[in-house]
């Protein structure tokens, strides 16, 4: 219980959304609300516009940038939240998703007029892995959008996600009026523009009010009236608990780009969203206020300088706390090691610090030690569970254009897949070695890195594989048969795990049902309870 006053004031989450759902303009709301900045325009957006696909180097240059901004950390109302950021641009997908499992809860975006995007349904579907609790915040209401009965419907069922409506809103595009906060029972009247979120407020206590209508006219005032008693009839008061265990989606309705229901959503995530929980580890749960230290990498950024190989490995901090120059136990290496420069990431000082709590990311200098998923201890030996590797979509064999080079360019691929820019994979019986990505973008961007930070030069040779499968059987022998058989599409994953890749849909269907004692999944997870 040492440390319950700074753990209990921590609030770590990150804002996902399908790109150009309003996440940059958000967060730089939010981060005027905090005092991290001072005027709109300040945060530099770290998104990789369209246009930037066909240009890596200039992806990679925002991806420095975006070193700066992967952490903010600001203060709300005696609250420190830790605002993680997330690549918008779907070839980093792999780093989103690795993000989510470093905070405590999420914010997700959608355009009012677009709804549930095909980034928005991959994103949740790794919050329901992790049971995150998840609020949403519909944006762009001052545009033409759906209309909301429809939009809501169209979230619950497409995201698997009950909604919570905790503020209705007055028409949309032109017409939008405003919102009206079912739980304090205030109009929130519309105005393009507000500096620092004072909105102007109406407190309405019956709804039935001639005010009402004088403020928004009878036709509307009517369809608030009709609208609110069906909403609330439906869902009465919000079930924190409920909101906790990821059973239910406060629903907030606003225009990040007005700066409108940007605090009343703040306001209540501070109120209701998780400080730091237990988390799971191999051996047993970790619970953020046992005294040792202990926390995992879930990102590592390189240095751009290729003359410098060191990278920043993102711990997010689980129990205990960390210290500066303190010797922390480095779990698969065996190898206690120290940090004499531990980075922060207040948004206003990017500073050195001395010390960190639970929910805390920090930013430690790497020589070549970690990969995704390490985890430190004060001693004790495990893992924390729960960060997964997805299957890639695009697979490429790697062809070793310089011989000469061929250790270094071992090395590379290895330092390069331990930070999680793509997954390496060995053919079986063979030493094929083959790249799997997400994105097109990441075979550019390792070829680029691997002969300009490690002299090697490779092309890649396309294979016709769509996915990867993860084997597991609890009869060996039919996992070895099966393997001898299929020996052209199975490969070993970078810890020894069997893979199956999958030239089709057909393919994998076909062999799923000639097999039925083999399991075959979609993701693995880096270290596993055991
Ligand atoms: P992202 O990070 O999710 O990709 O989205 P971002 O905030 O960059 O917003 C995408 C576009 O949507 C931006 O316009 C932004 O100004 C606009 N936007 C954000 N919130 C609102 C809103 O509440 N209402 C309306 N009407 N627009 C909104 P852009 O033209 O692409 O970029 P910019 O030139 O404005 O930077």
Redesign the pocket.
């Known amino acids: 219980m040492k440390y319950s006053t700074e753990i209990s004031k921590r609030r770590s989450f990150a804002i996902i959304?399908h790109?150009?759902?309003?996440?940059?303009?958000?967060t730089e709301k939010l981060l005027l609300f905090g005092g991290a900045i001072q005027t709109a325009g300040a945060v530099k957006?770290n998104?990789i516009k369209k246009h930037a696909t066909s240009d890596f180097m200039e992806i990679e240059r925002q991806r420095g940038i975006s070193v700066a901004t992967s952490v903010m950390t600001f203060e709300y109302q005696g609250i420190l939240i830790n605002l993680l950021d997330t690549p918008?641009h779907k070839d980093f997908a792999e780093d989103t998703y690795r993000t989510l499992t470093a905070v405590d809860s999420v914010i997700l975006?959608i355009d009012s007029v677009n709804g549930v995007e095909a980034q928005t349904r991959r994103l949740m579907e790794v919050c329901r892995m992790r049971d995150t609790p998840v609020i949403v915040f519909v944006?762009?209401m001052?545009?033409d959008g759906k209309n909301r009965f429809d939009l809501l419907e169209e979230i619950e069922k497409e995201l698997s996600l009950p909604l919570h409506p905790m503020a209705w809103p007055i028409n949309s595009g032109k017409d939008f009026k405003g919102v009206y906060n079912l739980y304090d029972k205030k109009l929130v009247l519309f105005a393009a523009n507000t500096k620092g979120g004072d909105e102007d407020t109406v407190e309405i206590t019956d709804l039935q009010s001639a005010e009402l209508d004088a403020m928004l006219g009878e036709k509307d005032a009517a369809i608030l009236r009709k609208d609110v008693e069906l909403v609330d009839g439906v869902n009465g008061a919000l079930n924190v608990d409920d909101y906790l265990a990821a059973k239910t989606a406060p629903v907030f309705f606003g225009?990040?780009?007005?700066n409108f229901g940007v605090r009343e959503m703040l306001d209540t995530f501070i109120r209701i969203a998780p400080a730091p929980q237990c988390r799971p580890a191999t051996s047993r749960e970790v619970c953020p206020d046992e005294e040792k230290l202990s926390g995992f990498v879930f990102k590592i950024h390189a240095n751009l300088d290729p003359r410098h190989r060191d990278r920043i490995a993102f711990m997010r901090i689980c129990s205990g706390r960390f210290e500066r120059n303190k010797y922390y136990h480095h779990v698969r290496l065996d190898k206690d090691i120290r940090f004499s420069n531990p980075y922060s990431f207040l948004a206003r000082s990017k500073d050195v610090i001395e010390e960190a709590y639970p929910g805390d990311v920090v930013g430690l200098f790497d020589t070549g030690n970690f990969k995704i998923g390490d985890t430190l201890t004060e001693g004790e030996d495990f893992y924390f569970t729960g960060i997964p590797s997805f299957s890639p979509e695009i697979f490429k064999e790697v062809v070793n254009k310089d011989p000469m080079k061929t250790k270094q360019l071992e090395k590379g691929l290895m330092q390069l897949t331990d930070e999680g820019v793509a997954q390496l994979f060995t053919q079986f019986g063979g030493n094929k070695k083959i790249i799997g990505c997400v994105g097109e973008l990441q075979f550019e961007v390792i070829q680029y890195r691997l002969l300009h930070e490690y002299t090697a030069s490779v092309e890649f040779r396309p294979l016709p594989f769509y996915k990867a499968c993860w084997l597991t059987s609890k009869e060996p022998a039919k996992l070895a048969d099966f393997a001898r058989f299929k020996q052209s599409n199975i490969a070993e994953d970078k810890d020894g795990h069997m893979v199956y890749l999958a030239q089709s849909e057909w393919f994998l269907t076909t062999e799923r049902t000639n097999n039925p004692g083999i399991e075959f999944h979609f993701t693995s997870e880096i270290h596993k309870a055991g």
């Open positions: 959304s790109p150009d759902a309003g996440k940059t303009t958000l957006s998104k918008g975006v944006n762009k001052d545009r225009s990040a780009i007005n």
